[in-house]
């Protein structure tokens, strides 16, 4: 049972334009979001978070989504990089992990920004 | 500059032959983590350190065990690795509840 789910393995997209990936989930007692971004032979580095009291969270070229009650959020890249070419991994915190960080995440999205 | 290590980086072994793999970090965060990932599939949390308390996850298979001598260092051991376990093996760490840091990850192969 895939609790986090990303439904778009692949994404192209050209240099300067939006890059929008998504992410659904499934459990209601999930409250923090992240995404991860992953380069070949490296590990995933941490990107964003939301926590489920927002719906936005903004840091720079990169803006989290969250819209609870489709239990779906997004991340857009604007304007996107050639340098943002990666694979891009939501994840999710139950809020009953306790006192680790716990995370489910989902299968990835590989992005690809063509100059 | 702080980081979590893996070593090998790629790790070949025969079926059913034991094999360990390391992680070690420099955070000094006290929460270790082992995910496994299959190709194309989402990181599978395996099971976790919180200081030296072991949390195994449910469905994680008997043949993985772990082994977290120091707050630095943190082992996993496949006791008889099959062929359903060639897979990327990553570790994190996380000061508690705080976000988790990667290693570059051991990609196992079993032949």
Same mark, same amino acid.
């Given at each position: 049972?895939?609790?986090?789910?990303?439904?778009?393995?692949?994404?192209?997209?050209?240099?300067?334009? @939006?890059? @929008?990936?998504?992410?659904?989930?499934?459990?209601?007692?999930?409250?923090?979001?992240?995404?991860?971004?992953?380069?070949? %032979?490296?590990?995933?580095?941490?990107?964003?978070?939301?926590?489920?009291?927002?719906?936005?969270?903004?840091?720079?070229?990169?803006?989290?989504?969250?819209?609870?009650? %489709?239990?779906?959020?997004?991340?857009?890249?604007?304007?996107?990089?050639?340098?943002?070419?990666?694979?891009?991994?939501?994840?999710?915190?139950? @809020?009953?992990?306790?006192?680790?960080?716990?995370?489910?995440?989902?299968?990835?999205?590989?992005?690809?920004?063509?100059? | 500059?702080?980081?979590?290590?893996?070593? $090998?980086?790629?790790?070949?072994?025969?079926?059913?032959?034991?094999? +360990?793999?390391?992680?070690?970090? +420099?955070?000094?965060?006290?929460?270790?983590?082992?995910?496994?990932?299959?190709?194309? &599939? #989402? $990181?599978?949390?395996?099971?976790?350190?919180?200081?030296?308390?072991?949390?195994?996850? #449910?469905? +994680?298979?008997?043949?993985?065990?772990?082994?977290?001598?120091?707050?630095?260092?943190?082992?996993?051991?496949?006791?008889?690795?099959?062929?359903?376990?060639?897979?990327?093996?990553?570790?994190?760490?996380?000061?508690? $509840?705080? &976000?988790?840091?990667?290693? $570059?990850? +051991?990609?196992?192969?079993?032949?």
């Amino acid at each position: 049972d895939q609790q986090v789910k990303q439904n778009s393995p692949s994404l192209s997209v050209q240099e300067g334009r @939006i890059s @929008i990936l998504n992410c659904d989930y499934t459990n209601s007692m999930f409250d923090y979001f992240l995404w991860y971004k992953k380069y070949p %032979a490296e590990g995933p580095t941490f990107l964003i978070s939301i926590s489920s009291i927002k719906d936005k969270n903004e840091d720079g070229r990169f803006t989290v989504f969250l819209n609870k009650s %489709a239990k779906h959020l997004s991340l857009h890249i604007v304007p996107s990089q050639p340098g943002d070419s990666a694979v891009y991994f939501c994840a999710a915190r139950n @809020i009953f992990g306790g006192a680790t960080n716990k995370l489910i995440f989902g299968t990835g999205t590989l992005l690809a920004v063509q100059p | 500059d702080a980081m979590v290590i893996q070593n $090998p980086r790629y790790q070949v072994t025969q079926f059913g032959k034991p094999v +360990t793999l390391s992680c070690s970090q +420099t955070l000094n965060h006290n929460v270790m983590y082992w995910y496994q990932q299959k190709s194309s &599939q #989402a $990181p599978k949390l395996l099971f976790h350190y919180y200081d030296k308390d072991f949390n195994n996850e #449910a469905d +994680t298979p008997d043949n993985f065990q772990s082994r977290r001598p120091n707050t630095s260092f943190c082992f996993l051991d496949i006791r008889s690795p099959g062929l359903g376990d060639a897979a990327m093996y990553l570790c994190a760490t996380s000061r508690g $509840p705080d &976000q988790q840091f990667f290693g $570059p990850g +051991t990609r196992l192969t079993v032949l």
